[in-house]
T-cell receptor
Framework: EADIYQTPRYLVIGTGKKITLECSQT?????MYWYQQDPGMELHLIHYSYGVNSTEKGDLSSESTVSRIRTEHFPLTLESARPSHTSQYLCASSPEDEAYTGELFFGEGSRLTVL | KNQVEQSPQSLIILEGKNCTLQCNYTVSPFSNLRWYKQDTGRGPVSLTIMTFSENTKSNGRYTATLDADTKQSSLHITASQLSDSASYICVVSDRGSTLGRLYFGRGTQLTVWP
């Protein structure tokens, strides 16, 4: 079992609310990622970080923001949620560059529903 | 067009039967290919990794193959169990940029019936 945790697992909120999805890992991995997953679709990278104070936007345009103040913590924030943000959000970490043999370790996901 | 295509989209088999899932990709240059298993409501978990020089690799009842010439991979599940019911995702990595990137398939949803 990978030591990467996401909270909350499920969240239902109203439009316009600010939300933060938490992600923590205890493996000491430098690299962390946020993916968005919709039913029947491929995972889309929305943010990634290669270390403390390093954050980059991914391939999928997202109105969310991330921060990486500590190695183990990579929270994702939506300032004003909209129904289009309804989705499954997966956090992952990797001990090395995923393009080589590095394996992604995923959290269990946060399912967000915006009414 | 997605650079990683998986088939079938969904599959139903009876417990104890074998099945084969397919992954075709156009990603180039190729670095490696991973198969992940994603149980409902959980995050994906890596089953196996295939690099350019590997043709076959087994992990228990799971056997992955890779044909780098035709850019095809398969995941064969032997003697299926109810716990094999999950989505199986093919992920291909390239070496095109300095650090590479990942290309995800949409997954094959496998259901094993008793």
């Amino acid at each position: 079992e990978a030591d990467i945790y996401q909270t909350p697992r499920y969240l239902v909120i109203g439009t316009g609310k600010k939300i933060t999805l938490e992600c923590s890992q205890t493996m000491g991995h430098d690299k962390m990622y946020w993916y968005q997953q919709d039913p029947g679709m491929e995972l889309h990278l929305i943010h990634y970080s290669y270390g403390v104070n390093s954050t980059e936007k991914g391939d999928l345009s997202s109105e969310s923001t991330v921060s990486r103040i500590r190695t183990e913590h990579f929270p994702l924030t939506l300032e004003s949620a909209r129904p289009s943000h309804t989705s499954q959000y997966l956090c992952a970490s990797s001990p090395e560059d995923e393009a080589y043999t590095g394996e992604l370790f995923f959290g269990e996901g946060s399912r967000l529903t915006v009414l | 067009k997605n650079q990683v295509e998986q088939s079938p989209q969904s599959l139903i088999i009876l417990e104890g039967k074998n099945c084969t899932l397919q992954c075709n990709y156009t990603v180039s240059p190729f670095s490696n290919l991973r198969w992940y298993k994603q149980d409902t409501g959980r995050g994906p978990v890596s089953l196996t990794i295939m690099t350019f020089s590997e043709n076959t690799k087994s992990n228990g009842r799971y056997t992955a193959t890779l044909d780098a010439d035709t850019k095809q991979s398969s995941l064969h599940i032997t003697a299926s169990q109810l716990s094999d019911s999950a989505s199986y995702i093919c992920v291909v990595s390239d070496r095109g940029s300095t650090l590479g990137r990942l290309y995800f398939g949409r997954g094959t949803q496998l259901t094993v019936w008793p």
